[in-house]
C-alpha cells in the first residue's frame, strides 16, 4: 500500500518579491510574509491557468496566498488581492525603487525565519511609494535605514565609529561617514578612512530622528531634495557593503533617476 503523502497547506498574507518563469507554463514565486519571511512557491500553470490567477501575481502586491507543502518546493494553491498598490506599477521610477528593496530583502533574508517587523516596513514602505504626494526617494530612505536597523547593521550616527567620542554637537559643515566602519567619524579619526561620504548636519539630524521615532512614526518625515539625494548616496553605498553584494536593481535604478534629471 502506497502511503499517502502527508500535505500541509497554510495561509498566509505575502508581498511577492519576484517571480521567475520555470518551463512554459509555471512561475517560481518568492513571497515576504511575516510568520515564515521568506516563503517560495511553485505557481502551477500560472503563464495559462486565466482563471485562478490571471492579474493577481503582479510584483509587489499584497495577497492572502494558500500554499500547499508536499514534498519539495511547495505549491500556490490560492492568491487573492489584498492591496494592488497599482500606481507603483504604473511608474518606473518607484518600480525600480520597489525593485531594489525586494531584491536587498531576497538576498539578505533565510527562507523560514519569521519577519513580523520587516513585514510590516515593506507594507509600510509600499503604502507611502503608492501614494503619489511622498517622494519616492524619501520612502526609499527610510526603508533602507530602518532595514539595516532589523538586519542588525544600523549605522552609528551619535559617536565617533573610530574613537568613539560623542557627536551628538554636530560642527557646521559638513560631517564624514566612513562606509568602513559605518558610521560618522570625528575630524581626528576622519584622517584615517578612505571611503566616505560627507553628511551635512541636517541630513544626520533627519536621519537620527527616523531611528529614534521607529516604523511607527518616522513615514511623517520629509527632505529637503539635498538631504534627500545626501542620504539616498549614503545608504546605497553603505547597504549594498554590509549584504555583501552589489544589487543589480540599483543599476537600474540610477538610470532612471538620471533619465529623469
Ligand atoms: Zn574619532
Redesign the pocket.
Known amino acids: 500500500m502506497a502511503l499517502m503523502e502527508p500535505v500541509i497547506t497554510r495561509k498566509a498574507r505575502a508581498i511577492l518579491l519576484r517571480r521567475i518563469e520555470y518551463g512554459d507554463h509555471d512561475v517560481v514565486l518568492t513571497f515576504l510574509t511575516a510568520e515564515e519571511g521568506k516563503v517560495s512557491a511553485f505557481a502551477k500553470n500560472a503563464k495559462k491557468s486565466i482563471k485562478r490567477f490571471s492579474g493577481v501575481l503582479e510584483l509587489f502586491t499584497l495577497l492572502e496566498v494558500v500554499i500547499r507543502q508536499g514534498r519539495g518546493l511547495p505549491y500556490l494553491d490560492e492568491a487573492s488581492i489584498e492591496s494592488p498598490f497599482e500606481s507603483i506599477r504604473t511608474d518606473y521610477l518607484r518600480m525600480a525603487y520597489a525593485g531594489y528593496w525586494s531584491e536587498i530583502t531576497v538576498q539578505w533574508l533565510e527562507e523560514g525565519v519569521p519577519q513580523k517587523r520587516l513585514f510590516t516596513l515593506f507594507k509600510t514602505a509600499l503604502d507611502a511609494l503608492h501614494d503619489a504626494r511622498r517622494s519616492p526617494g524619501t520612502v526609499s530612505v527610510l526603508f533602507q535605514l530602518l532595514f539595516l536597523d532589523i538586519a542588525g547593521f544600523a549605522p552609528t550616527l551619535w559617536v565617533?565609529?573610530?574613537?568613539?567620542?560623542g557627536m551628538e554637537k554636530l560642527p557646521r559643515r559638513k560631517v564624514s561617514f566612513d562606509l568602513e566602519r559605518g558610521g560618522l567619524?570625528?575630524?581626528?579619526?576622519?584622517k584615517e578612512c578612505t571611503q566616505r561620504v560627507a553628511l551635512a548636519a541636517g541630513t544626520v539630524m533627519k536621519l537620527r530622528w527616523i531611528m529614534e521615532q521607529g516604523l511607527s512614526k518616522a513615514f511623517r518625515v520629509k527632505f529637503s531634495l539635498a538631504a534627500e539625494a545626501e542620504a539616498l548616496t549614503l545608504l546605497e553605498h553603505f547597504l549594498p557593503r554590509h549584504l555583501g553584494r552589489e544589487p543589480r536593481s540599483l543599476g537600474f535604478l540610477g538610470e532612471i533617476r538620471r533619465s529623469r534629471g
Open positions: 565617533c565609529s573610530g574613537c568613539g567620542k567619524v570625528c575630524e581626528t579619526c576622519r
